[in-house]
Antibody, heavy 125, light 113 residues
Framework: DVQLVESGGGLVKPGGSLRLSCAAS????????MSWVRQAPGKGLEWVAR??????????DYAAPVEGRFTISRDDSRNTLYLQMNSLKVEDTAVYYC????????????????WGQGTLVTVSP | DIVMTQSPDSLAVSLGERATINCKSS????????????LAWYQQQPGQPPKLLIY???ARESGVPDRFSGSGSGTDFTLTISSLQAEDVAVYYC?????????FGGGTKVEIK
């Protein structure tokens, strides 16, 4: 079974930093595209960042609101995805979900069929 | 970025009745080379992460009850729950995966009348 366990959330002041981790199991992690998606309290879903798998070049993409402040990375030897969040703002407060991209007919797609329980990041003075 | 707009924001439906949720994209998400609409639907029950229901606008994910169906093409899409059950109380989101960044609709809250 696919399992995704996010950790590293907590309370941080504006301008601070936090590093989230996501331990993945139950699927082939090395070539999986992985994303972080967040959800502010009582709000909708927002894609944050993507890391393509090794076989697709291992490139990264970011949503405009986090570009230059957040860095997505991965350790394929540990099946773990990370999100380094710097210069945090109040509006970054959210539950952060780690999710692999769905694979259909051998092609990675930009939708998500497995989700972890998420980790809460609260940015407050 | 492609903007996804859902309507209504919320709806209350009696048990056993039909619920219909609409989703509109700011540009066509139909990919001509494979004639597929790059649209997914998710269900998020209270306190839970999202759950994939539908992809390719109308393909039901494995294990999803057949009372859930998706339709539409191009820019206009619909999620229908044919006979609402108590466990269907949730917020439903559409998402386009035609282009990066993938973007979600604002959500539709479904409640029991």
């Amino acid at each position: 079974d696919v399992q995704l366990v996010e950790s590293g959330g907590g309370l941080v002041k504006p301008g601070g930093s936090l590093r989230l981790s996501c331990a993945a199991s139950g699927f082939s992690f090395t070539n999986a595209w992985m994303s972080w998606v967040r959800q502010a309290p009582g709000k909708g879903l927002e894609w944050v960042a993507r890391f393509k798998g090794k076989s697709d070049g291992g490139t990264t993409d970011y949503a405009a609101p986090v570009e230059g402040r957040f860095t997505i990375s991965r350790d394929d030897s540990r099946n773990t995805l990370y999100l380094q969040m710097n210069s945090l703002k109040v509006e970054d407060t959210a539950v952060y979900y780690c999710t692999p991209h769905a694979i259909l007919s051998g092609i990675q797609r930009n939708y998500f069929n497995y989700w972890g329980q998420g980790t809460l990041v609260t940015v407050s003075p | 970025d492609i903007v996804m707009t859902q309507s209504p924001d919320s709806l209350a439906v009696s048990l056993g009745e039909r619920a219909t949720i609409n989703c509109k994209s700011s540009q066509s998400i139909l990919y001509n080379s494979n004639n597929q609409d790059y649209l997914a639907w998710y269900q998020q029950q209270p306190g839970q992460p999202p759950k994939l229901l539908i992809y390719w606008a109308s393909a039901r994910e494995s294990g999803v009850p057949d009372r859930f169906s998706g339709s539409g093409s191009g820019t206009d899409f619909t999620l229908t729950i044919s006979s609402l059950q108590a466990e269907d109380v949730a917020v439903y989101y559409c998402q386009q995966y035609y282009s990066t960044p993938p973007t979600f609709g604002g959500g539709t809250k479904v409640e029991i009348k």
